[in-house]
């Protein structure tokens, strides 16, 4: 199972880390990377929610990182995830709107192939939510799965959107709901301990997203690489 530390970047800062802790995302990503870790997860906040963006750091971040750089946050448009390619992204996630239009979904593949792009699946109450948006869709997450893997995608990143930086534990049961589609299955949104991981790697999922519980020292990167390995 792969781990994939998460970047999430809020007015050019690391979000979310303690008051004295290193909020510089080109120092985490290189003491990431120095650790051992195979990827990062990278969000821009403000570009996700509306707020802006940090376009010139997210350049820097890929020219600068160690490691392939995976991106997600607001990537709904063939503009946005095609910009994000061309700075150097490893793999965009195209957010769970975008992925409801199927034409697009279809035009990024033809340009950039499956191993380029992953899509999200958020979810809110056991249906499909668009982060950064008040979209609730009457589409199950395993229909749109369903749909995205006919199509091409191999990767999906599945989130509980509600658990998201709250360190509840991931939606193990909701992610395992789309292994049958022969889906690399990442989940996000949750992890707060080592057991957590163990509990992911059992279910055969393909990766986890860890970002609040390695901020808050709840695990080292080291500790929960060797978890998962």
């Not at 985490?28 to 403000?46: E, K, P, Q, S």
């Not at 707020?51 to 607001?74: K, M």
């Not at 992890?191 to 901020?215: E, Q």
């Amino acid at each position: 199972m792969e781990l994939y530390p998460a970047v999430d970047v809020q007015g050019g800062h690391v979000a979310r880390v303690p008051r004295d802790a290193d909020a510089d995302p080109l120092a985490v990503i290189a003491r990431f990377a120095a650790a051992g870790a195979h990827w990062i997860h990278f969000v821009d906040l403000d570009r996700a929610y509306g707020r802006g963006d940090n376009r010139e750091l997210v350049r820097t971040v890929f020219g600068a990182a160690a490691v392939p750089v995976q991106v997600g946050g607001g990537l709904r448009t063939d503009a946005a995830v095609d910009e994000m390619i061309g700075w150097g992204a490893a793999r965009v996630v195209v957010g769970t709107k975008g992925a409801m239009d199927a034409a697009l979904v279809d035009r990024l593949l033809a340009r950039h192939g499956p191993a380029r792009l992953a899509v999200a699946i958020d979810t809110k109450d056991g249906r499909l939510a668009a982060r950064g948006t008040t979209d609730v869709f009457d589409v199950s997450p395993l229909d749109l799965a369903r749909r995205v893997r006919s199509q091409g995608i191999r990767t999906v990143i599945y989130a509980d959107v509600m658990r998201d930086g709250m360190l509840a534990g991931p939606d193990i049961a909701g992610a395992l709901a789309l292994a049958p589609l022969d889906l690399q299955v990442i989940a996000s949104g949750g992890v707060a301990s080592l057991a957590d991981l163990r509990v992911a790697r059992a279910a055969g999922l393909a990766g986890a997203i860890v970002g609040r519980a390695l901020y808050e020292g709840n695990f080292t990167l080291e500790e929960a690489l060797t978890c998962v390995a």
